[in-house]
């Protein structure tokens, strides 16, 4: 078996809910470390501000600041120097705007303009709309992952193609989607 057919297997394996949420932020940040580190940079895990009230699930730094690779472009576009990744495995409780609000709230000038929610369902209709809003207010960008998109990229990665490239497909696609 592979590195990224085990990493898939195991994905899928967790339950979701509450009794799965610690393996399922645990096994998404190991995949995440497989497909981007390098060029991003090992993450930060549950990083605190100083005061203590906000607590981020996962920031990779992005040192990639020059060139011309994908993660590069998201440095230079988006400003995006420090990559916020959220983990959402909800079961019957539905991902919506105030998650995604949350989220915004995480995002600051130093950091950038790039989040991405990574999660084991799609957001509801109301957090599309919130991010929309958004982007549109604040011009940050906040991706919706779920478990599919990143059992894609890890078969992207193990057919020896760069799984970054799908990142920049999404950030296209929801430029395009947004009104």
């Known amino acids: 078996m592979t590195v990224e057919a085990d990493l898939v297997a195991r994905l899928n394996a967790v339950p979701a809910g509450h009794a799965g949420w610690v ?7 190991e995949i995440l470390q497989h497909l981007f580190v390098p060029p991003l ?6 990083p605190r501000t100083y005061s203590g009230i906000d607590r981020r699930d996962a920031v990779f730094p992005n040192r990639e600041d020059i060139g011309t690779g994908v993660w590069a472009r998201i440095y230079r576009e988006l400003e995006a120097r420090l ?7 909800y079961d019957a409780t539905e991902i919506g705007k105030d998650e995604i609000n949350q989220t915004r709230n ?25 991010r929309n809003t958004i982007y549109s207010e604040e011009k940050k960008v ?11 990229m890890l078969f992207i990665k193990e057919r020896g ?19």
């Open 106 to 130: 995480y995002l600051n000038a130093a950091m950038g303009r790039l989040a991405i929610v990574c999660s084991n369902k799609l957001p509801n209709d109301q957090a599309h709309i919130k």
């Open 41 to 46: 940079a090992k993450p930060k895990v549950q």
């Open 23 to 29: 393996d399922f932020e645990n096994i998404c940040i």
């Open 161 to 179: 193609d760069d799984p970054s490239d799908l990142m920049m497909d999404e950030i296209e696609w929801f430029y395009l989607q947004h009104e």
């Open 83 to 89: 990559i916020l990744f959220e983990f959402k495995n």
């Open 142 to 152: 906040i991706l919706f992952l779920t478990k599919d998109k990143l059992e894609e």
